[in-house]
């Protein structure tokens, strides 16, 4: 069952992968200036509402039937190619539009006799894409 996706990256859970996010984090905030005046409190006046962004961890096994490096390099396309891709978390579309990817880092924690990465603990950094 497909439980989300990041773009092209499917999040699911089968009898034959696992593939889903954990520790979610959405954030947003607004923008404010102070106006100085002259012996007198500053003034402050909003300006602006920031990008959201959101940030999740994933855990990439190849026990767990997850292909690691393929998906890995799904990110790496998204995040060099500067593409807007939408996030969909269970049923529900997240952002106004869509995501930027603005970092991710992956960790190998266990490798195969050749040394090939057989677990990963990604992180991943999104800010909200708006369209004018």
């Known amino acids: 069952m497909v439980v989300g996706c990041l773009g ?55 026990e767990l039937g997850v292909d690691i490096i393929p998906e890995i390099v799904k990110l790496w396309n998204i995040e060099r190619s500067g593409k807007a891709v939408p996030l969909v978390i269970g049923e529900r579309p997240y952002g106004k539009y869509r995501w930027n990817l603005l970092r991710h880092s992956a960790k190998y924690t266990r490798h195969d006799k050749r040394g090939n990465p057989t677990e990963a603990e990604v992180s991943v950094e999104l800010q909200e894409y708006i369209t004018r």
Do not use: C
């Open 8 to 62: 092209d990256m499917v999040f699911e859970v089968s009898e034959e992968t696992i593939e889903t996010i954990d520790n979610v984090t959405w954030s947003g905030s607004a923008r404010y200036s102070a106006h100085q005046r002259h012996n007198m409190n500053a003034l402050t006046e909003f300006t602006g509402i920031d990008p959201d962004k959101m940030s999740f961890t994933m855990v990439l096994s190849a």
